[in-house]
Each structure stands twice: as C-alpha cells, then as structure tokens.
C-alpha cells in the first residue's frame, strides 16, 4: 500500500502512517517535493516506511530559502517535540532532509536547545527491531538520531536490536548520534557529519568546544564504516550505562577530522575486543587535543592503520589499567604542540598498560618529543 501526503505538516504525514496502520498492512508514505511545517512528534509503526523525493541545499546558507532549499524538507522551530519516532520492526525513512530554525549567529551564540531529531523507541507500545534510518539530511540539528528506552520499567525487559544508519549526513550542534542498548548487531555506515549549514567560526568554536558526534554505550556487535565527522570536541565516544558497555565493536574506515578528542574510551568502560580497519584523527592545534584517548580498563583494541596528525599532547595515550592495544602501520606527524618544556609521547602507554606497534612512521613533534612512551609495556618492530 502506498499513501501520498498532501497536506504539508506533522498532522497530514500523520494521517498517512495512521491510514496503513489501521488497514493491518504494510507500506509507503511518499512526502512530494515541499516544505513540511513540523509541530508536533510524529510516530512510524510496524512495516512502514516514510520516504521523501530528496533533497538539494546550497552550503553554508544560515537562513532558509525557499528558492534554493529544494526537495522535500521538514521545518522544525519548537524546541519540545521529537519530530520522528519509529515505534515498530521494521519501519524506515529515507531521502528527505530537516532544518532547524536557529536564533542569528552572534558572538556568543548557542544553537536553540532542541530535542533529539530522530528517535527509536523500545516502548510499552511495542519494540523498534530492524528499524532503518537511510539518506537523511540534518543540516542544522542541535540533536541528531537516539535510539532510546521508553522507561527504566521497559530498559530491564528487553532492548533495539539490528537498527541500520546508511548516509545519515549533517551538522548536528550538540550530538549526532547516541545509541543507549543495542546487544545485536547495530550497524552504521557511510555517515558524514560535516558543516553543511555554517562555517562561521563562531558556529564551529562551538561544536568543537561542546559537541559529541557519536557515543556508544551499551552495545554488541556493532559494524562501523565510511564514518567521517569534523569539527567536534568529542568523534567516537564508548562509555557506559547500567547494562554495561560496548563489545566487540567492528570499523571499517573511521575518520575523525578537526576534533579535539578524536575516539574516547571513557573511565569504567570495561572489557571486551575492539577492531579498527583504517583509524584517521587529526585535531589541528586544539588546547588538549589527543588523537586517541583510552581511560577505560581491560580493553584489547586492535587497529590495522592508524594515522594521526597535529594533537596538542599524545597521537594515542592509554591510560586505566590491563589495556591492550595492537597497532600494525601506525603515521603519526606534529604531536606534542604543547611545546617546551613538556615532552609528551606520540604514542604513549601508561603503566599497567602495553602497545605494540608493527611499523611506525613519525615526525613534527616539537621539543624532541620521543615517538613512544615506554612507562607501560611497549613495543615496535620496525620504525621508520
């Protein structure tokens, strides 16, 4: 079955989803080309998807124009409501994009405090399994996708398993993506979070002082690739909840760019096998950056090429206890930005930690920083 939208609000895609909903059948609810005033939350059931008819907008263009925003495009101005939440298996949106109406940028200014954008609920009403998210656009959102827990009731019962992200793109201002319980097989891929609304520097000392572009907590099996974010105070971020942390995470391609933290394993994150392909972080010459931050314990993190470039103190710093980090070509250029006196390592394990590095290319510290920090138990095969 496939329902057209012809009244451009919250209450007439509404109307749609509720139309498929109560026939017992599955499918489509296609939104044409057009603006979309968005009032009030709006809920996707089991079996339904919401697509668009995609989506074209002109970069760095702080205020919305009707003759240059083209495509079908939600507009959102009260910061209360949650515009999307999937409520049933096997449900999606794909192909259009939302705006956010923001206060002038200004000296001193902060993004409106918006609720998250899009959410997958695990409520009282039903569970949210092998939900997709798909070609999604979040110019300017100050929260961008949470897959959530109705209450702490429904949060012991049960949890979202299989939720796919494929071409989420956009500048969310605070958070991208949060995942709070996923313990079968999230998977997120080919994500670009990047300035698509504003390159003002006051908009970017923001995010790079405040935002989050992604936390993981607790999850099983999770599959990242061709995951990029920029300009962000925090890239990937692993910690915690009460049912524990994430496990045997899998990226593909993950590239942390212009961020002060690049991958963060926050203190109380505690065992399990993480597993990088390709890990790129660079934080240009941001107070306190480090490229890779592991506070957590008892992690064996693995990771086939890693490069890092301009951090202010470590390419990579281990720090809690009983962590194991493998590295097989590791490039690291310009750390320790700090400068004299401090001789901050390029790589460094902190005691009760160990590394060890296959092959490692260095140069640009300042000061005569040594390339490897040797308080834990470290090791290189071959330097270069």
Known sequence: MERVVTNHNSLGIQNEINYIRSSGKIGKVFMPEGEYNIDRNIYLYRGIELEGEGYSIPRWTENFSSSAHKGTIWKVNNINIIPITFEGEFSKINKFAIWHQHDPIHSGWRPRDYNWTIRVLR??????????????????????????????????????????????????????IRIRWSPDVLRVRNIHLWPYWSSDDVVLDYTKSNATACMIERVDNPQFDNFFAINYNRGLVFDKNSHGSCARFQGGTIQIDGTRYGVVYEKGVIAGFHQYGVLCTQSGPMHGSIGVLIKSDGRDIRINSFTNEYSYFNALRIEGTNNTVSIGDATIRSWNLVGYPHKFPGLEACIGNKLHITTIKARGQLNDAPIVGWDGRTTVTKSL
């Open 123 to 176: 409520g009282h009403s039903g569970w949210s399994d092998d939900c997709y998210i798909g070609d999604i656009l979040l110019i300017n959102a100050t929260r961008g996708v949470y897959q959530d827990i109705e209450s702490a009731e429904v949060f012991e019962s049960g949890a979202i398993e299989r939720l796919t992200i494929d071409g989420l793109k956009g500048q969310c201002l605070k958070e991208g």
